[in-house]
């Protein structure tokens, strides 16, 4: 049981170089969300998913696209990328349903991005 | 949208020393759930302690407990006996528990903890 796994660990990218983040989870798990992290702001979710084909913008959606064909995977694609999106970026999964542990997330290890 | 506020940026503690760390948040529902999550040096989140707004018990695991203050919507994170390993950034969290508004998750901007030994 590998958890949540995410690949790569670190990326530069230049300006206007498009890329995929990977996200995968081997627990069933219904709910999955992408967040980005910044110095003294804490997490802030981009997108998340409620199952396959079904997605939804978060807190700071604009320059991430995101889309479900499986459970188990959730890849974030920045099309453009631009400076303001250096950052850390972590993936999270949880059950959907409220309960003993629906409602608690579990987080990948982080993608650390900084494009030039 | 609710907000998650941890006003303490840094704080330090000596080790075997207790120490509390502070959250608020502004909420118009009255289910939801709240936790911190630890983040140490290798930038793993990890989970320290969850609480269900309808219990009035507040959560403890272990040396970590909780001070959940519905009214005041306060939620601090009590660290008994702290040791090195503690040191890490931690992250308070809220989700509610409405069907509408269930899967956002909000997250205050962290307190960084330093343990003195």
């Known amino acids: 049981n590998a958890g949540v796994t995410q690949t790569p660990k670190f990326q530069v990218l230049k300006t206007g170089q498009s890329m995929t983040l990977q996200c995968a989870q081997d627990?069933?798990?219904?709910?999955m969300s992408w967040y980005r992290q910044d110095p003294g702001m804490g997490l802030r979710l981009i997108h998340y998913s409620v199952g396959a084909g079904i997605t939804d913008q978060g807190e700071v959606p604009n320059g991430y696209n995101v889309s479900r064909s499986t459970t188990e995977d959730f890849p974030l694609r920045l099309l453009s990328a631009a400076p303001s999106q250096t950052s850390v970026y972590f993936c999270?999964?949880?059950?959907?349903?409220?309960?003993?542990?629906?409602?608690?997330?579990?987080f990948g290890p982080g993608t650390r991005l900084l494009v030039l | 949208a609710q907000t998650v506020t941890q006003s303490q940026p840094e704080m330090s503690v000596q080790e075997a020393e207790t120490v509390t760390l502070s959250c608020t948040y502004d909420?118009?529902?009255?289910?939801?759930?709240l936790f911190w999550y630890k983040q140490p040096p290798s930038r793993q989140m990890i989970l320290v302690i969850r609480q269900e707004a309808y219990k009035q018990q507040n959560a403890t695991e272990n040396r970590f407990s909780v001070n959940f203050q519905k009214a005041a919507k306060s939620f601090s994170l009590k660290i008994s006996d702290s040791q090195l390993g503690d040191a890490a950034m931690y992250f308070c969290?809220?989700?509610?528990?409405?069907?509408?508004?269930?899967?956002?998750?909000?997250f205050g901007s962290g307190t960084k903890l330093n343990v003195k030994p």
């Open positions: 909420t118009s529902e009255s289910d939801y759930y």
């Open positions: 969290a809220y989700r509610s528990a409405e069907w509408d508004n269930f899967n956002k998750f909000y």
């Open positions: 999270a999964s949880s059950p959907l349903g409220a309960g003993e542990e629906g409602e608690t997330q579990y």
């Open positions: 627990m069933n798990h219904e709910y």
